[in-house]
């Protein structure tokens, strides 16, 4: 298959994430990246805010209390915790996550080169019929907050772990739209 088959191929695929469809804050960016010959997004993720409940270390076995794609207030946090389940509940804040799939070695370099100044966690990933890059972003925090049932931070303390967060996702927001004028000079 070629990779402009494969590519219109995905592109047209049904959006199989548990959202179903691209962020939006960073829809320009990936429409950007599609539209470029050698080169179309596997998967992404803009940034969020999470309360993840961990029944286990398994990931199938972990669920989404909260999740919010953009700054989160103290309200919206405590009454996302008017029940806590047993298990680990995480505040974790995550930064952008790409997967872009490129024509070439030599188009996926370009592409690592570019993004490097940028995002420091960035590299091929996979070598099959074509490169991969993964681009993440490093701007991220978590923290276990809450254990069997019983919440063990303060309120002080999630406020400034939300504050923290948003201040996180913000510098990530800005290296989005860096990455987006980058891409666009492709």
């Known amino acids: 298959m070629t990779f402009d088959k494969e590519k219109h191929d995905f592109?047209?695929?049904?959006?199989?994430?548990?959202k179903g469809?691209?962020?939006?804050?960073?829809?320009?960016?990936?429409?950007?990246?599609?539209?470029?010959?050698?080169y179309y997004t596997k998967s992404s993720c803009a940034g969020r805010i999470v309360l993840?409940?961990?029944?286990?270390?398994?990931?199938?076995e972990s669920s989404w209390l909260f999740i919010k794609h953009g700054p989160v207030t103290y309200a919206e946090l405590k009454k996302a915790l008017t029940y806590i389940p047993d298990g680990e509940v995480w505040f974790k804040q995550e930064p952008l996550i790409m997967h872009v799939c490129c024509n070439t070695l030599a188009d996926a370099v370009r592409?690592?080169?570019?993004?490097k100044g940028l995002f420091k966690?960035?590299?091929?990933?996979?070598i099959k019929n074509y490169a991969t890059v993964e681009i993440i972003g490093t701007d991220a925090l978590d923290t276990v907050i809450a254990h069997q049932g019983k919440i063990l931070v303060s309120d002080d303390y999630l406020k400034v772990l939300i504050t923290e967060a948003n201040k996180k996702?913000?510098?990530n927001s800005k290296k989005i739209n860096e990455f987006y004028k980058i891409?666009?000079?492709?």
């Open 169 to 171: 996702l913000k510098r």
């Open 121 to 126: 966690r960035t590299g091929i990933i996979g």
């Open 183 to 186: 891409i666009r000079s492709f």
């Open 11 to 18: 592109l047209t695929k049904k959006d199989k994430s548990k």
């Open 111 to 115: 592409l690592l080169k570019q993004s």
């Open 52 to 60: 993840l409940h961990k029944k286990s270390e398994k990931k199938q």
């Open 21 to 38: 469809i691209v962020d939006k804050e960073i829809q320009p960016l990936v429409k950007s990246i599609n539209t470029l010959p050698n």
